[in-house]
């Protein structure tokens, strides 16, 4: 054979060679181009995801807020609700006050324990108006306890923090208490100290605020 009656197959095999490497080049971008499109979509997925998570604790973030903020809320109207309550308590434990001074004044009546008795007026005096009986100067007195022991409860709270309808004991309320000491009933009564909130009781009928 010449060289003449090869060449014919030698560009022949040329061009099989060619199209061989041009077949391969295209499998071989096609398999990078259906990758590319894998690595997209998961991309894409992965973006989707990120987006929803972002979503989610947002408004994790805003609902933890707003409970937050209705919880600060509360708390400072229920100190409000305290801060009236004691003022209300301090102006009747002052006023019960008032009350037994002015009792203590009345000549010829009896006196409260602890306190010394005031003189009855002699035969040159003008009698005054008719005293009130031992029972009821002692019914007052022990009114008076009740509620200088409820404004204790209420100041007891307040510095505490404690909400409407918290238990205490006579040892939370003796600091608070003229003499560091819960007062007794001068007819002898059991005092009962009920919830923040709620008026403590004598177990001696008639002595009951008002």
Partial sequence: MNLKSLLPWVVVLGLLIGLGWLYAMSQKQEVELTMLREDSQQLQKLRGEIEEASTTRAKAESEELRRLRNEVNQLRTEKQQLAAQVQKAQAQAQGAQAQ???????????ALPGQPAVAAPTATVRPGP?????????????????RLIDGAEQQWALEKQKPAGALLTSADLAPYLKSNAVPVCPAGGVYTLNPVGVMPICNIPGHATK
């Fill in 130 to 146: 008719t005293p009130s009986n031992p029972e009821q100067a002692q019914a007052a007195a022990c009114v008076n306890n009740l």
């Fill in 100 to 110: 037994v001074e002015a009792l203590r004044t009345i000549p010829g009546q009896p």
